[in-house]
């Protein structure tokens, strides 16, 4: 399974403000997903990030709010922009891939907390 | 549109017994269920995968169960053990390879 590590893992921010969080993974994947849980709620999917092609948003994500970089196999970034109380949340990137194909193995997550 | 549910309230159980979660699911066909372990301040960790074809699937103390016409999952722990405790997510795919996850369940093995 691949091993995925994301940085930060927690930041506190201001109203205003934006926060890029890196995503890095150990071996090349194809397709890296984004997504947001805030606090008690499920994974809602951001964006799909495919290497060498603009990211996928889903249907309430713009990429003026959260612009997307994926410049190579193993790395991706996710930039939370303008950012609100609202957008204080745990975000998660993941890859799709290892033995069972249609799986999908996370990182650790960055807490954000925007005040 | 989609809904997926889960047992919104925590799952009580006594460690040995068997725990069971349920996933429930609407305006959804999907070719695949998944389901996740997620421990507080984690990402979500793979358990296992069943398809639309499939009934059951195993794995050491787990059970997944597949009913494609009830659109029902039930996710089976058996012997249940303290560090059985976690939230529990079921996940549905499809062709486009992207994920709709479920709110998840909590579930507390006491010892």
């Known amino acids: 399974s691949a091993v995925i590590s994301q940085k930060p893992s927690r930041d506190i921010c201001q109203r205003g403000t934006s926060l890029t969080i890196q995503c890095q993974v150990d071996s090349q994947v194809t397709m890296m997903f984004w997504y947001r849980q805030q606090p008690g709620q499920s994974l809602t999917l951001i964006a799909t990030?495919?290497?060498?092609?603009?990211?996928?948003?889903e249907s309430g994500f713009v990429i003026d709010k959260f612009p997307i970089s994926r410049p190579n196999l193993t790395f991706s970034t996710l930039t939370v922009s303008n950012m609100s109380p609202e957008d204080s949340s745990i975000y998660l990137c993941s890859v799709e891939g290892g033995g069972i194909p249609d799986t999908q193995y996370f990182g650790p997550g960055t807490r954000l907390t925007v005040l | 549109s989609q809904k997926i549910e889960q047992n919104s309230e925590a799952l009580n159980i006594q460690e040995g017994k068997t725990a069971t979660l349920t996933c429930n699911y609407t305006n959804y066909s999907p070719a695949y269920l998944q389901w996740y372990r997620q421990d507080p301040g984690r990402g979500p960790v793979f358990l296992l995968l069943i398809r639309e074809n499939e009934k059951e699937k195993r794995k050491e103390r787990l059970k997944v169960t597949f009913d494609t016409t009830l659109k029902q999952s039930l996710f089976h722990i058996t012997a249940s053990q303290p560090a059985d405790s976690a939230t529990y997510l079921c996940a549905l795919g499809g062709a486009t390879n992207k994920l709709i996850f479920g709110t998840g369940t909590l579930l507390a093995v006491q010892p």
């Open positions: 990030a495919n290497q060498g092609s603009e990211a996928t948003y």
